[in-house]
């Protein structure tokens, strides 16, 4: 069993409200689930209108798939106009 987690640091330049964040980290998060079967959940900066850290996990049997379902993630968050996406880290265990 292999377990992936993805933390990323995100930018959210059109909010000008903790609604308007919540709004924005909910659809992204949503979507995340339903398209890519992971586990995503808002970690960090909860308080910040325009900043956002997203935690993500998935597990598998595969090393080479988890990684690769997580590579997917960075590049649908990178496409995502919402938000920018700054540092962030996988952690295979």
């Known amino acids: 069993m292999v377990i992936g987690a993805l933390t990323a640091e ?3 330049a059109g909010a000008n409200s903790l609604k308007d964040k919540r709004q ?3 659809s992204l998060l949503a979507h995340l689930r339903n398209e890519f079967n992971v ?4 970690v960090g900066e909860h308080d ?6 997203v935690g993500v996990a ?3 049997a595969d ?4 990684n690769a379902v997580l590579d997917k993630v960075i590049d649908h968050i990178e496409g995502d106009p919402r938000v920018a996406l700054g540092h962030y880290e996988i952690e295979l265990l």
């Not at 586990?39 to 808002?42: C, D, I, N, V």
């Not at 910040?48 to 850290?53: C, I, M, Q």
Request: aromatic share 8%; no cysteine; proline share 0%.
């Open 24 to 26: 924005a980290l909910k």
């Open 10 to 12: 995100l930018a959210i």
């Open 39 to 42: 586990s995503a959940a808002e």
């Open 63 to 66: 090393g080479a798939f988890v």
């Open 48 to 53: 910040v209108w325009r900043r956002a850290t």
């Open 58 to 60: 998935v597990v598998a």
